[in-house]
C-alpha cells in the first residue's frame, strides 16, 4: 500500500494551502482518513481525522481553519489549511490506520 501526500509548500501567514493524499489501496473508502504533523524538535500531532461514513474532527489548534475530506472515486484524502500561522509550520502526513502513513510534506509558514 502506497500513500503519497503532496501539496506543501511556503506561503506566507495568512495564506492557503491544500494538502492530497493519494492512497492505493481498495478499501480506502471504508477506512478513516487522517492527518498528522510533526515540528522541528516536536513529537507528532494529529491534526484531522475522517472517517468513512460521519463528521470530521480536528485538533483545537486547527479547528475552524483546517477542513478535512475525501474523494473516495480518486483514493484521495485532502486537508485545506486556511489562515495558516507560522506555527503550523511542520512535515505533515497522510495516515490510514492499519494500511500505514505517506512519507510527509513539508509546510512552511512565514510572518
Known amino acids: 500500500v502506497q500513500l503519497q501526500a503532496s501539496g506543501g509548500g511556503l506561503v506566507q501567514a495568512g495564506g492557503s494551502l491544500r494538502l492530497s493524499c493519494s492512497v492505493s489501496?481498495?478499501?480506502?473508502?471504508?477506512?478513516?482518513g487522517a492527518w498528522f504533523r510533526q515540528a522541528p524538535g516536536k513529537q507528532r500531532e494529529w491534526v484531522a481525522s475522517i472517517p468513512s461514513a460521519g463528521d470530521p474532527n480536528y485538533a483545537l489548534s486547527v479547528k475552524g481553519r483546517f477542513t478535512i475530506s475525501r474523494d473516495n472515486a480518486k483514493n484521495t484524502v485532502y486537508l485545506q489549511m486556511n489562515s495558516l500561522k507560522p506555527e503550523d509550520t511542520a512535515v505533515y502526513y497522510c495516515q490510514i490506520p492499519l494500511l500505514g502513513w505517506g512519507r510527509g510534506t513539508q509546510v512552511t509558514v512565514s510572518s
Open positions: 489501496d481498495s478499501s480506502f473508502s471504508r477506512r478513516t
